[in-house]
């Protein structure tokens, strides 16, 4: 008699019917670990977040608040503590605090001080846009990603736009995601660092009014102006209304962009008092955007892509030296601040560069504007970028054919080629 396609168990007693598959062993749930409901756990850990912030900003560490809940989050993260993402209400409401945050610096003297360097500005966002899908190519040689997924994985700016967009361009959605926050994690770990150390001591007296410790930043202060109550007024309503406006006009990243263009309208009126989130309510709003960032990083997630983590590591290193690169050219062609110049175009995520700049007493307007306009090119070129690349590259070892491109016919692949199974078992390449 033919063997079953089952394996037998040994910890289970034979069957008593010859000739039939053993049953399945019952399926075994993991032991519960008692823990505080959802929100009490959430409202706990973001207490936390601070407080590490407060520590942190008592030791020197620069962006205190940022650099300490993204550490908390993934460690949090990795030990099982946290298998989920940050709750959705937090997370939209950080987003649209970071894009009212944006607006809040894009001041009409900020605008016309950066009209200047828009041609080399265009030039950089393009070089880097150019390299990062260069450097995806050299990944996506070794044959154990594919090439969509490479692409969109190693592009800066609109992490949570290109992988919304992954699936719909055959990506791999999970390794897309895993490359785009490792990148955002990365980028926001060092990008303080390194404002901090090309920032001297008297460059760091200056900047924005609402660059923490300033004046108004006590525990009762949390928005610029001095009615308290009419500027966190204001502030929410550009939170609802920027929020429901991106969705309504489908603008990349929504909660992030439409905010911003609604307290950017709302800043260039002079007519609004001033909303933009200080002391506590800004610590607060990066307290949220490191932990969403490093509670992504769990175990699971680290060991499905084990084998191709020092690869994507050193493509990343490739192109943040790249952009490094690109910002002092930039620097010494405008006469601009190396360390302004380095946050605009270090290819991290938008909320962690400006929590960086705010920190560092860099200019947030400059920093602020050319990585808006470099996140709505990236999301509005990269989809036909994958897609032109994917029709043209050749398939690599290895690949399945869910990473071909909906509604076209697959190349012919060689008679040679044999896929093999999950079970290990070779089978022809036309058999499916």
Known sequence: MAPTSAPRRTDEPPSSTAGTAPKPAPRISEPRVSRPAPTGLWALIIAGGYAAGLAADAFGVPAPYLLSSLLAGAALALCGVVRDRLPAPAHRASQALVGALMGSYLTPSALVSAAPVALPLTVVTATTIALSVAVAWFLARGGRIDRPSAVLGMVPGGSAA?????????????????TQYLRVGLVATTAPLVAHWVTSASSAAGGHPGAGGGAGSGLLHVVAGSDQFTGLFTLAIIAVVGSWAGRRLRVPTPLLIGPMLVALVATLSGVVPGFAPVGVGQNAVFVLVGLDVGVRFTRRTLVSVRRLLLPILACMAVICLGCAGLA?????????????????????????????????HA??????????????????????????????????????VTTAVRGQALPPRPPHRRLTSSRGQATSAGRQ
């Open 162 to 178: 290109i992988v919304t967009c992954a699936d719909e361009l055959n990506a791999d959605v999970r390794l897309v995601a895993f």
């Open 328 to 360: 002092w050219v930039f620097a010494g062609v405008t006469g601009t601040a190396f360390t302004d110049a380095y946050l605009a175009t270090t290819p991290g995520g938008i909320n962690a560069v400006l929590a960086a700049a705010v920190s560092s």
């Open 363 to 400: 200019d947030v307007a400059l920093v602020s504007t050319v990585q808006s306009l470099r996140l709505l090119v990236v999301i509005l070129v990269t989809p036909m970028i994958t897609r032109l690349l994917a029709s043209r590259w050749s398939w690599p070892v290895g690949v399945s």
